[in-house]
């Protein structure tokens, strides 16, 4: 498995924005979302990176890392509350993962994170704003030095507190690249169809899960003058499945440009209240989606 399989430890499963089939050790990305039928759009700036270190028992490493986000959200429909507070959020992340072989091209991994998401509204932040999610990963890899027959094979629980429920979720996801121009992966958070034209261009289908979920530090009242706890928005979150096409250009054997469009199959935007419950949808008609961005990889 040798370092490649290393790296598809540094990204586990860290909740529905996340890619566990990626072996990025570093990326910059911007994406636009608007909304259909009206003014409203997000944009998210995120930059992440990740450092294995290798540690004295043969084929193990400890993994650091941090990302950060920022959603500015372009909030133009006209409500009966104060939409003020909606408008940015950022999210700060630190994760540690461990990884070591198993033997029989298996490995094992593990990942904890801390993440503080909110609007930030006080200028500080609260537990409210504290995300703890963890995972862990039995990964099998069929790969050679060809890439012509490469397989991998990613067994897995991940736990996040913003799940709303206190079990883990399974990770079940494979990868196959049957032929030196094409790749296929089955699995959430993302399947695709890979076509490598040359060296330095490629081409694919999928299908993949986006979204964010952020505290709202100052709890927001969604029908003023009625004093009811279920009209309480507490958090929001934002889980929006897509389909499209990708290109990636390679401008070096290891850094990468991208640029991903497709249009939502499922939009779903939602205050929730502090149980999680659905207090308010924002917006849930389907729409255009575009992301781009810089990434060094070790593939």
Not at 28 to 54: C, G, V
């Amino acid at each position: 498995m040798k370092i490649k399989g290393i790296i598809i430890c540094i990204c586990l499963w860290c909740g529905l924005a996340s890619d566990a089939q990626n072996a990025d050790l570093a990326r910059i990305e911007y994406t636009y979302f608007p909304q259909k039928d009206s003014d409203n759009s997000f944009r998210r700036f995120r930059a992440l990176a990740a450092y294995p270190i290798k540690l004295k028992k043969e084929g193990s490493y400890l993994i650091p890392g941090i990302e950060f986000r920022n959603v500015s959200f372009k909030y133009r429909d006209a409500e009966s509350f104060s939409t003020a507070g909606l408008e940015n959020f950022k999210a700060f992340t630190a994760t540690l993962g461990y990884t070591f072989e198993l033997g029989q091209n298996w490995r094992f991994g593990a990942e904890g994170g801390l993440k503080l998401a909110s609007n930030f509204s006080e200028s500080s932040f609260n537990k409210d704003d504290l995300i703890y999610t963890g995972a862990v990963v039995f990964i099998k890899s069929g790969e050679d030095d060809r890439f012509y027959e490469p397989s991998r094979l990613i067994l897995g629980l991940h736990y996040s507190t913003t799940a709303g429920f206190p079990l883990p979720i399974p990770i079940v996801n494979y990868y196959r690249r049957w032929d030196e121009k094409w790749s296929y992966m089955v699995g959430p958070p993302k399947s695709n169809l890979k076509y490598y034209i040359n060296e330095k261009h490629e081409l694919e289908l999928f299908v993949t899960l986006d979204g964010f979920f952020a505290n709202i530090q100052k709890n927001l009242d969604t029908e003023p003058g009625v004093i009811q706890p279920e009209h309480i928005a507490a958090n929001i979150s934002m889980t929006i499945l897509l389909s499209g096409i990708g290109y990636e250009y390679g401008i070096t054997d290891h850094l990468k440009l991208y640029v991903y469009g497709g249009h939502t199959i499922l939009n779903n935007i939602r205050l929730r209240d502090g149980n999680k419950d659905e207090v308010f949808t924002i917006n849930d008609k389907n729409t255009f989606y575009a992301r781009s961005g810089l990434k060094f990889t070790i593939f």
